[in-house]
């Protein structure tokens, strides 16, 4: 597969670096962004072709950045896929339902999450 061009947003600093380490050793550049504002300004800068992202995050959490990216990129909004350390979360289950995006579940294991990547990006 082609390198891509990656957003990954989350917080926490060791699942960041684990995706970093993992997509980077695939050959795939990748931006980090601790938050959904950092996300969208990097962004506004590049056109990224995944945005792998927690799902809850302060402020700005993954439906509301959602609705950003289709708002600023209706034409064709980047792929996403969520992160998300609950199996059933009653605060966004309805969301993930409705949406049916691609979901990684923490802590990582990186042969699965590598395929659905590898998955998300091929389609």
């Known amino acids: ?15 960041r670096q ?5 997509l980077s050793l695939e050959g795939h550049e990748v931006d980090p962004a601790e938050d ?4 969208l300004l990097l962004l506004e800068q590049r056109r990224h072709d995944l945005v792998i992202s927690d799902v809850r995050m302060p402020a ?12 600023r990129f209706a034409d ?13 979360d009653p605060q966004y289950g309805g969301f993930l339902a409705d949406l049916r995006a691609p979901m990684l579940m923490k802590p990582l294991r990186p042969g699965p999450a590598l395929e659905l990547i590898v998955r998300v990006l091929a389609s």
């Open 1 to 15: 597969m082609d390198a891509r061009l990656i957003l990954v947003v989350d917080r926490d600093v060791a699942v």
């Open 60 to 71: 700005l959490d993954g439906p509301t950045l959602i609705a950003a990216l289709h708002e």
């Open 76 to 88: 064709a909004p980047p792929r996403v896929v969520f992160l998300s350390g609950q199996t059933f």
């Open 36 to 39: 959904a504002e950092s996300a």
């Open 18 to 22: 684990s995706l970093i380490d993992l």
